[in-house]
């Protein structure tokens, strides 16, 4: 029983270990041309499949974003359900300890996609999950191995368990009083000048902060440095400590900030709001804000 | 897609061995190029006796098929017209507008197609491609069918797409390039895809599939469970003025095959489309406003595969009479689903 109960501490102990996130948040070009032989790593191709079948990333499996992010109802962007997203990830042949690395087209324009993803893949209760900084745009442009031919992957054995701490819905951001509040839209958006079609009202959410999700990427394309990311949620005031909820117009801006305070900077407790405005501005009950800034 | 012709295809590609002329007539020889442009062809592929001198039988099935004649389009619609708007229709709307967007060999082998008067360039610098279906399908069927394929019309991409495929992956040479013998519409070909060919009912991986599977046999078309999202509807076309378009998923009887729950699509034509051609559609009333369709945005889960009470209760997607055009068919009373029929 003695020993029984040593193993059991011990695994206890391990467990954790063995799930600790064992890649880096962002990884660069040169990282995963010589990771690519890597019986872990799974690179996710997440553009369209004309794009994919033109040229790809030597092994990639192309899993289109629109996989992964989905229409429910009348709200865009929304979180596949656990056994449809459970099919698209083990056809990616995606295991429970497999290295996955995001690529999109850039990560400039197409950054929030990017983050979006792989805020879902972090949802769904994969641990190591990366983004290629700068897309496969800067993959050719370092002239790295490409191909043509559709990559067909063994099956993964990967089942979807969402974690709910990475999640917030309505309800959810109505009721956390005490939770910083960050809205990724532009300026335009939060200021009320402008607003999405897919979104009812002008201006913002409460007491949210503005912190545009278009301030993380370098003018070339990258993520800036951990440090500048660092220093930008510092300047606004936000506390790294606190609760933090983000969210924009559909759920896909708002992940930008939710992967770096979340997988870049190590915040504990980062939400993303799914439904965001398109969800929040449609109750009648809630009053955005336009006009003022915070 | 590109308007420059690439100069080395003349030594790799064996339709451009014989020179521009073969194809394109005109004067190489001339001293400008308004010289060199006399008798020029722009299309030369619209005459399939052309690529027949080396693709005969493919060359001769085409200059009969549907996406060279256009008499699907003729052939929809006549049902709704006398013996004198037949006529008419035939020598003006067809002529000038469902014929002028027929597809010639080239329009899917060398360049895109050209669309509402723009052209979308040449495929690959002018080599002949055997297919490239995100630079020809897409662009003719780029309203319906394939943004819904991508996901891009606004629901859930087709899992086919998901899984790689495009459009030629199911539709094949035989179909594309048609039969034999003509035929009057895509319904009647005799080649084309199915999803029984490559999904058996029976071999469904659950015991609850399979049960909904054979239940369901003939009663409901496969689209009719397994349709993900809403597609695009269009109505109150003009002579010249274009339609409008409404997302919309719909269930309702098959018109084409009575007591089968099916996917409906609605289509645009109403009474007066053809009054500025002085075409009245005398026998309007013979055919509905909505036909069968296959949406191309299929998912192996759908609502109503999660839940009878989806179709069995709710009646989710059915079309109602309210629902029925201000206006409309007679025809599209029959359309709405009864359960016991």
């Not at chain 1, 270990?17 to 799974?42: F, G, H, K, Y």
């Not at chain 2, 002529?95 to 027929?102: A, E, K, P, T, Y």
């Amino acid at each position: 029983m003695k020993k029984f109960l040593i193993a059991l501490i011990g695994l206890s102990v391990l467990a954790p270990m063995a799930m600790a996130r064992d890649i880096a948040s962002v990884v660069d070009a040169t990282w995963l041309e010589a990771n690519l032989a890597n019986p872990r790593l799974v690179v996710v191709d997440m553009r369209k499949v004309e794009d994919y079948k033109a040229g790809h990333i030597t092994g990639a499996v192309n899993v289109i974003g629109a996989s992964v992010y989905v229409k429910a109802g009348d709200v865009l962007n929304e979180v596949p359900q656990a056994d449809d997203l459970t099919d698209v990830l083990q056809a990616a042949g995606i295991n429970a300890d497999s290295q996955v690395v995001v690529v999109d087209t850039d990560t400039s324009a197409r950054l929030a996609w990017a983050t979006r993803v792989g805020w879902t893949l972090k949802y769904a209760g994969l641990e190591n999950v990366a983004i290629l900084d700068g897309g496969y745009a800067a993959w050719t442009k370092a002239s790295k191995p490409v191909q043509t031919d559709p990559v067909a992957a063994k099956s993964g054995s990967f089942v979807v368990k969402f974690n709910p701490a990475f999640f917030a819905d309505k309800a959810y951001v109505m009721a956390a009083k005490k939770a910083q509040i960050v809205d990724a839209r532009t300026y335009d958006t939060y200021f009320g000048v402008s607003k999405s079609a897919t979104t009812a009202q002008f201006g913002h959410y409460a007491s949210a902060w503005p912190l545009p999700s278009t301030w993380i990427a370098t003018a070339d394309g990258f993520f800036k440095p951990k440090a500048d990311l660092e220093s930008i949620a510092a300047r606004l005031g936000l506390d790294p400590k606190a609760e933090t909820i983000v969210y924009c117009d559909t759920g896909v801006a708002a992940s930008t900030w939710w992967w770096i305070m979340s997988e870049m900077l190590g915040w504990k407790s980062v939400r993303n709001f799914d439904g965001s405005s398109q969800v929040l501005a449609a109750d009648p009950s809630v009053k955005y804000i336009a006009g003022t800034w915070r | 897609m590109g308007y420059v012709i690439d100069a080395s295809l003349t030594e790799s590609d064996v339709h451009l061995s014989q020179g521009c002329v073969t194809c394109h007539s005109g004067n190489e020889n001339a001293a400008t190029r308004d010289l060199a442009h006399v008798g020029l062809v722009k299309r030369p592929s619209d005459d399939t006796d052309l690529c027949g001198s080396c693709h005969g039988d493919i060359a001769t099935n085409y200059s009969k098929s549907l996406h060279f004649t256009t008499v699907g389009m003729k052939n929809g619609v006549r049902p709704r017209l006398s013996a004198t708007d037949i006529k008419a229709f035939d020598g003006k709307v067809f002529v000038q507008s469902c014929n002028s967007c027929h597809a010639s060999c080239g329009d899917c082998h060398v360049k895109g197609p050209t669309v509402s008067g723009i052209s979308t360039g040449l495929i690959q610098g002018h080599r002949f491609v055997r297919k490239d279906d995100a630079k020809t399908c897409a662009v003719c069927h780029n309203g319906r069918v394939y943004p819904e394929f991508t996901g891009e019309y606004g629901g859930n991409a087709d899992v086919h797409y998901q899984k790689g495929m495009t459009c030629t992956d199911c539709h094949k040479p035989a179909e594309l390039h048609g039969p034999e013998a003509s035929v009057p519409g895509r319904k009647a070909l005799a080649e084309k895809p199915s999803c029984v060919g490559c999904h058996k009912p029976e071999a469904a991986k659950t015991d609850a599939a399979k049960t909904a599977h054979a239940t369901h046999a003939g009663k409901a078309s496969c689209s009719a469970c397994h349709s993900s999202s809403e597609y695009r509807n269009c109505y109150g076309c003009h002579l010249g003025a274009g339609a409008t378009s409404v997302p919309g998923l719909i269930l309702g009887d098959n018109p084409r095959k009575a007591g089968q729950l099916t996917t409906l699509r609605h289509i645009p034509t109403v009474r007066d489309t053809f009054a500025p051609a002085g075409i009245a559609q005398s026998n309007y009333d013979s055919l509905p406003n909505y036909w069968d369709a296959v949406p191309h945005n299929t998912k192996k889960r759908t609502d109503r595969t999660r839940d009878c009470a989806a179709c069995h209760v709710a009646q989710a997607h059915f079309l109602k009479e309210s629902d029925l055009p201000v206006g409309g068919s007679k025809s599209n009373q029959a359309l709405i689903f009864k359960f016991d029929k």
